[in-house]
């Protein structure tokens, strides 16, 4: 019922929301971009799409089907490797950012352990920034990591917008310093939040600094503070600040893939992984199951 190469442009163009970028990221014409949406859309009997010449926003009816969409590529990519025998092998060194520590990534990567067991697959968790840096000095192959709004580089997993969040009792005092909770350098959203607070002339303090995010986490749970977060990923205990606290925009937030530039024995693994965590997509937001016991 539904084309795979109707679907991988249906997800290019809702992660991109843009068919222009989505055209020019598969290599496809536009008006050929356009007819693949429409007749995914003719198929399902929903819009999926509202656009207009400035925006394209994703239906709520293209929200269900991105899940759909990722989990019917995701068995389509299985099937054809299974039936064409080929077998990854390598070292595939990956990082990941600490925002997708309480996510269900660590289910991606189980599904891609199982389904490629001869690939040894060596996990970093650390810092944005510390992960860029690790990829360009050619210490890891492949990372899921947030970049700076002006950066371009890599292949859009998600949008997100950040946003101040902290303790549901925590009450800001105008006439003093914001407390920050923060990353140490060179995290990206540290880096974020300083740069608004100063564009707004509000003067703050680092109220606690950890490279851990649920030591940051922990930090705001006891009301020591707020830190910027991205709003999809916000963590089970904590709320965003209100509006009325005056606390300035943060901005947009993108998260992506990027692989190294230099072609290493671990490049099949590397795509096929980047495959797996694009078709599972809609599962890098915050879980909010319950712990057993909790």
């Keep these: 019922m539904y084309d795979p190469s109707h679907l991988r442009t249906f997800l290019t163009v809702a992660q991109?929301?843009?068919?222009?970028?989505?055209?020019?990221?598969?290599?496809?014409?536009?008006?050929?971009?356009?007819?693949?949406?429409?007749?995914?859309?003719?198929?399902?009997?929903?819009?999926?799409?509202?656009?207009?010449t400035h925006?394209?926003?994703?239906?709520?009816?293209?929200?269900?089907?991105?899940?759909?969409?990722?989990?019917?590529?995701?068995?389509?990519?299985?099937?054809?490797?299974?039936?064409?025998?080929?077998?990854?092998?390598?070292?595939?060194?990956?990082?990941a950012s600490e925002d997708f520590v309480l996510t269900r990534l660590p289910e991606i990567l189980e599904r891609f352990r199982h389904d490629h067991p001869e690939v040894d697959l060596e996990l970093t968790v650390e810092l944005s920034g510390t992960l860029h840096e690790r990829l360009a000095a050619g210490r890891l192959d492949l990372v899921l990591a947030k970049r700076r709004p002006e950066d371009r580089r890599g292949e859009l997993v998600r949008h997100d917008r950040l946003v101040w969040i902290g303790a549901e009792t925590l009450r800001l005092d105008p006439a003093r310093p914001v407390p920050l909770i923060v990353y140490p350098p060179p995290g990206i959203t540290r880096a974020l939040a300083?740069?608004?607070?100063?564009?707004?002339?509000?003067?703050?303090?680092?109220?606690?600094?950890?490279?851990?995010?649920?030591?940051?986490?922990?930090?705001a749970r006891a009301g020591l503070g707020v830190m910027?977060?991205?709003?999809?990923?916000?963590?089970?205990?904590?709320?965003?600040?209100?509006?009325?606290?005056?606390?300035?925009?943060?901005?947009?937030?993108?998260?992506?893939?990027?692989?190294?530039?230099?072609?290493?024995?671990?490049?099949?693994?590397?795509?096929?992984?980047?495959?797996?965590?694009?078709?599972?997509?809609?599962?890098?937001?915050?879980?909010?199951?319950?712990a057993a016991g909790r």
């Design 55 to 95: 925006s394209v926003e994703l239906t709520e009816d293209g929200e269900a089907m991105l899940g759909f969409a990722r989990r019917i590529l995701q068995v389509h990519e299985q099937a054809t490797a299974f039936f064409t025998g080929t077998r990854l092998r390598g070292r595939l060194r990956f990082g």
């Design 194 to 219: 300083l740069e608004a607070l100063q564009r707004q002339g509000r003067p703050w303090r680092v109220a606690c600094t950890s490279g851990s995010l649920n030591g940051l986490i922990a930090a």
């Design 16 to 52: 991109t929301l843009s068919f222009t970028r989505a055209a020019r990221r598969l290599g496809l014409r536009q008006s050929t971009v356009s007819q693949h949406v429409r007749k995914l859309e003719d198929a399902t009997g929903r819009p999926l799409f509202t656009r207009d």
């Design 228 to 290: 910027a977060h991205s709003r999809g990923l916000i963590p089970p205990g904590l709320v965003r600040v209100p509006d009325r606290a005056g606390l300035p925009e943060l901005g947009r937030v993108d998260f992506v893939l990027l692989a190294g530039e230099r072609r290493t024995s671990a490049q099949e693994a590397a795509d096929a992984l980047a495959a797996a965590i694009l078709a599972g997509g809609d599962r890098l937001h915050a879980d909010r199951t319950p």
